[in-house]
Structure formats: structure tokens, C-alpha cells
T-cell receptor, first 115, second 112 residues
Framework: DTGVSQDPRHKITKRGQNVTFRCDPISEHNRLYWYRQTLGQGPEFLTY????????KSRLLSDRFSAERPKGSFSTLEIQRTEQGDSAMYLC?????????????FGPGTRLTVT | GENVEQHPSTLSVQEGDSAVIKCTYS??????FPWYKQELGKRPQLIID?????GEKKDQRIAVTLNKTAKHFSLHITETQPEDSAVYFCAASIAGYSTLTFGKGTMLLVSP
């Protein structure tokens, strides 16, 4: 499968715990995005990277959220001290800047449940 | 920031009918408008997009129209089939800036 992949697909955690999600973009894509999707809503933009540079992070929901893409390939999204309101689907997408740069392709998502 | 409104929230049609979903956007600088289809439990899939230099784009049974003056764009599906049943999302962005703002989605149900 050459599409965007995410791991894990599901995560159940207790309130207060830290969680980390991984995203592997389409191999030739240099832009990577994180979104959050809650039930009945469209994806909500969180942050994005071009190569290893994080170009927009003001939409991260709080300082408990952070993302990295250290080598310009895969990315991780970490949520510290999880709260029940963090329960949602976390989606990753990628695109190719030099191509039709705005065509974003999504991964299957990581569904987070905070108990 | 950009705000995208999408209507209707649910749409039920008979197989073979046409379906139209409408979106409006607030930022006149937006110039890229993709549509995504999301089946239950699956990832959003890009089905068609339009840029502000054209007014209409077609791909088989799917078409999108854009009215820049009125700041609205629409998805048209002709000859609907049961497999078209899904949630459809519109989105808007400024090309090159990558921040997609999505509508709240339209659940389309196509009955055989």
C-alpha cells in the first residue's frame, strides 16, 4: 500500500496519560498535515510540515499538543495529560508541494478514546 | 479566518436521481476548493477539486461549479448509485498555504 499510513488505528487511554501517534506520508510527498475530526464534523486543521519545518502550529488545540517531523519523513503527534475532550479521530494527510500542491491525501486515522 | 458553510446536512435520493450539495465560503482570497467523500469508518477521499480560474469541472458523473462573486460552490452527482452513499465534505483554502477549512459535511443516502 503506497498511501498514507497511521499507527495505531485505535488507542484507548486513561485521562492524564500521554499518547503518541505516528503518520507515514506518501513517499514523494514533502508536506504533511494533522487534522482532528469529531463525530458529525469535518476535519479540523491542527498543524503542517514542509519537509522537517513546522510551518503552521498556531491551530494546535493547546500546549498539550505537539508534533514533530525530525527527518522530513514520518511525523508524530503527541498529546500530553489527555482529557476526555481529546477523544476524536486524528487524521494525517500529505501532499506534494511542487505538484498540484494542494491535493491532500488522507490516512485512515487514529481513533483516540480517553476514559 | 475562513469559514465554510455546507448544506444540506442530510440528503436522501432515489437511485438514478441527481444530488446537489452546496457550500459557501467567507474569505475572498480562497482559490482552491476540494470535495472529499468519507464512507463510514474510512478515510476522507478526494473526489474532485476546482481552482478559481475555472467555473466548472466534470469527472464522469461528478461535477463541481464555482461562483466566485457569490462565494459559493456546489457538487453535483448525476445518476446516483447506492455506492455513492457517504458523507461528503467541501473545503476551501488559499493555494500554496495548505490550510484546508472544511464544511460540516453532508450525509448522502441513495436508496435502491
Amino acid at each position: 500500500d503506497t498511501g498514507v499510513s497511521q499507527d495505531p488505528r485505535h488507542k484507548i487511554t486513561k485521562r492524564g496519560q500521554n499518547v503518541t501517534f505516528r503518520c507515514d506520508p506518501i513517499s514523494e510527498h514533502n508536506r504533511l498535515y494533522w487534522y482532528r475530526q469529531t463525530l458529525g464534523q469535518g476535519p479540523e486543521f491542527l498543524t503542517y510540515f514542509q519537509n522537517e519545518a513546522q510551518l503552521e502550529k498556531s491551530r494546535l488545540l493547546s500546549d498539550r499538543f505537539s508534533a514533530e517531523r525530525p527527518k522530513g519523513s514520518f511525523s508524530t503527534l503527541e498529546i500530553q495529560r489527555t482529557e476526555q475532550g481529546d477523544s476524536a479521530m486524528y487524521l494525517c494527510a500529505s501532499s506534494h508541494r511542487e505538484g498540484p500542491s494542494d491535493e491532500q491525501y488522507f490516512g485512515p486515522g487514529t481513533r483516540l478514546t480517553v476514559t | 479566518g475562513e469559514n465554510v458553510e455546507q448544506h444540506p446536512s442530510t440528503l436522501s435520493v432515489q437511485e438514478g436521481d441527481s444530488a446537489v450539495i452546496k457550500c459557501t465560503y467567507s474569505d475572498s482570497a480562497s482559490n482552491y476548493f476540494p470535495w472529499y467523500k468519507q464512507e463510514l469508518g474510512k478515510r476522507p477521499q478526494l473526489i474532485i477539486d476546482i481552482r478559481s480560474n475555472v467555473g466548472e469541472k466534470k469527472d464522469q458523473r461528478i461535477a463541481v461549479t464555482l461562483n466566485k462573486t457569490a462565494k459559493h460552490f456546489s457538487l453535483h452527482i448525476t445518476e446516483t448509485q447506492p455506492e455513492d452513499s457517504a458523507v461528503y465534505f467541501c473545503a476551501a483554502s488559499i493555494a500554496g498555504y495548505s490550510t484546508l477549512t472544511f464544511g460540516k459535511g453532508t450525509m448522502l443516502l441513495v436508496s435502491p
